[in-house]
């Protein structure tokens, strides 16, 4: 990231969330379940998979957590009576994470649980640093006593490939496992992550291969050229069923490299998240992409330069 797209994004804070809102309208679905189902159906007419999920995190009291764990059902429910072709995503901290581990193991349980009799699947999305182990311990806990649930995993971490190993020596008793590499956007320190394109790109790939071939099944979350081309070869080398791995985008990114990799016979799932808490959720957007950033703000100041305007 340069300077200038650095300098955006540090400003985005600024903005008026009702301008933010504008641009961020191409990643969610909305703020209402039914947005979010209108969404899902339009995907699947086009052939492709979607995963839900219901904006949110670092909730502070149990109530809110309590909350988000009925909402995850309705979600479900909706789904199946919906016939849609698509699963649930979730972040722990806004399951009471950071409040009380038990309690949040049991909320997700109850979901993980409902999924399961309702025939669907829950990925336990990955947040930053500070929650990867209690993360990746109750995804063990949950997939130990039940296969529909997966979980994601960042190559932008040093720690991840150890991660990983240890995730497939599991498969050996539990069978497959279910995982979503992406490269991660959290901000992240240096100590403990790669900063540079290249040597992000570079364990993206690392760790592909070693959970292909360690008989996992991946989610290649990315909308690199480069990172989609790479993983074109190597399921074409290893001749991978296509049952085997899909491919992931996010809402509003890249529709034109989505409708690519569905005519070529690849599946693909798209994230669409959708809810009221839309706004930190936009700005990592915008943090992935200032360019997106600069267009709000040079919005912003066209607006305040208009005569009359205040």
């Not at 904006?55 to 309705?74: F, Q, S, V, Y």
């Not at 690199?224 to 081309?229: F, Q």
């Not at 490299?257 to 839309?278: M, S, T």
Request: contains cysteine; glycine residues 6%; positive net charge.
């Amino acid at each position: 990231m340069n300077i200038l797209n650095t300098a955006i994004v540090l400003l985005m804070p600024l903005v008026p969330r009702k301008v933010v809102r504008y641009f961020a309208l191409r990643y969610i679905a909305g703020e209402s379940l039914d947005d979010a189902i209108r969404t899902v159906g339009d995907l699947n007419r086009n052939s492709t998979m979607a995963t839900m999920d219901v904006l949110g995190e670092d909730i502070t009291e149990k109530h809110e957590a309590i909350a988000a764990r009925e909402e995850a059902k309705r979600v479900l429910r909706a789904i199946a009576e919906n016939r849609l072709d698509a699963n649930l995503s979730l972040k722990l901290t806004q399951f009471g994470l950071k409040l009380d581990k038990s309690f949040c193991l049991g909320n997700v349980r109850e979901v993980v649980s409902l999924a399961r009799e309702l025939g669907n699947f829950i990925r336990i999305d990955m947040e930053d640093h500070t929650c990867t182990d209690d993360t990746l311990g109750i995804f063990e806990a949950l997939r130990k006593e039940c296969p529909n649930v997966g979980v994601v995993v960042q190559a932008k971490l040093h720690r991840t490939e150890n991660d990983l190993k240890r995730l497939l020596a599991l498969s050996k008793t539990l069978g497959t496992i279910n995982i979503r590499l992406c490269k991660g956007i959290y901000i992240e320190p240096e100590e403990i992550s790669y900063r540079k394109h290249d040597e992000i790109n570079a364990s993206f790939k690392r760790l592909l291969r070693l959970f292909i071939d360690g008989g996992g099944y991946v989610g290649i979350a990315t909308h690199d050229d480069d990172l989609i081309n790479d993983a074109y070869g190597y399921v074409s080398e290893k001749k991978l069923s296509g049952e085997a791995y899909e491919f992931q985008m996010l809402l509003g990114v890249r529709p034109e490299i989505r409708r690519r990799i569905v005519a070529d016979g690849h599946r693909l799932r798209v994230y669409v998240p959708y809810g009221e808490q839309w706004y930190r959720y936009s700005v990592r957007r915008f943090q992935e992409n200032p360019q997106i950033a600069g267009y709000v703000l040079k919005s912003l100041f066209s607006r305040n330069s208009r005569p009359g305007s205040k």
